[in-house]
């Protein structure tokens, strides 16, 4: 079976630009997770959806940032406009019922560069 | 808040030898704890789950312990291998998971 997959898997970019990442998360699975992985503070819970609708965005970190579920095959994280301190690897997740009692199954990751 | 830490940042043994990965948290009321493996360039790698409930998880050379009350879990690796080189880090769920910083293990040929 086909795992998460992110896209894309390396960005570059100029700071003030638009910034999409994309999510398929695994078959099936109902739950889905985005974690940002820096130096400074490790891995962070950004936002998770249940069945295609956030439950919740608290670890989102400013107004710049917003993600969508439009289905249950496909997730956005965008970053508007975008600034060097967003710089990270970010992660989705997926995990199939019962949220946090299951094991997460995570992408390889898109590592984005701000300059 | 819930704070995970993870002892020691870094480990480095010889081929063969057993060993132990520590993380200890700081709110006890959690659904589960996890273990996770993640090589360089990757993304993480489920190693064991540990539910609330339990006291160990077992998989093959893998052995994962969970005392609640203390706020400890521990990552028993036997007879290690260089393939087992990666950073492992260890994640508590209360309905936010919460991350260790890892320890970065390198098993030497």
């Known amino acids: 079976d086909a795992g998460v997959i992110q896209s894309p898997r390396h960005e570059v970019t100029e700071m003030g630009q638009e910034v999409t990442l994309r999510c398929k998360p695994i078959s099936g699975h109902d739950y889905l997770f985005w974690y940002r992985q820096t130096m400074m503070r490790g891995l962070e819970l950004l936002i998770y959806f249940n069945n295609n609708v956030p439950i919740d965005d608290s670890g989102m970190p400013e107004d710049r940032f917003s993600a969508k579920m439009p289905n249950a095959s496909f997730s956005t994280l965008k970053i508007q406009p975008s600034e060097p301190r967003d710089s990270a690897v970010y992660f989705c997740?997926?995990?199939?019922?019962?949220?946090?009692?299951?094991?997460?199954?995570f992408g390889d990751g898109t590592r984005l560069s701000i300059l | 808040k819930q704070e995970v830490t993870q002892i020691p940042a870094a480990l480095s043994v010889p081929e063969g030898e057993n060993l132990v990965l520590n993380c200890s948290f700081t709110d006890s009321a959690i659904y589960n704890l996890q273990w996770f493996r993640q090589d360089p360039g990757k993304g993480l790698t489920s190693l064991l789950l540990i539910q609330s409930s339990q006291r160990e998880q077992t998989s093959g050379r893998l052995n994962a312990s969970l005392d609640k009350s203390s706020g400890r879990s521990t990552l028993y690796i036997a007879a290690s291998q260089p393939g087992d080189s990666a950073t492992y880090l260890c994640?508590?769920?209360?309905?936010?998971?919460?991350f260790g910083a890892g320890t970065r293990l390198t098993v030497k040929p």
């Open positions: 994640a508590v769920n209360n309905n936010d998971m919460r």
């Open positions: 997740a997926s995990s199939l019922g019962q949220g946090w009692r299951q094991p997460q199954h």
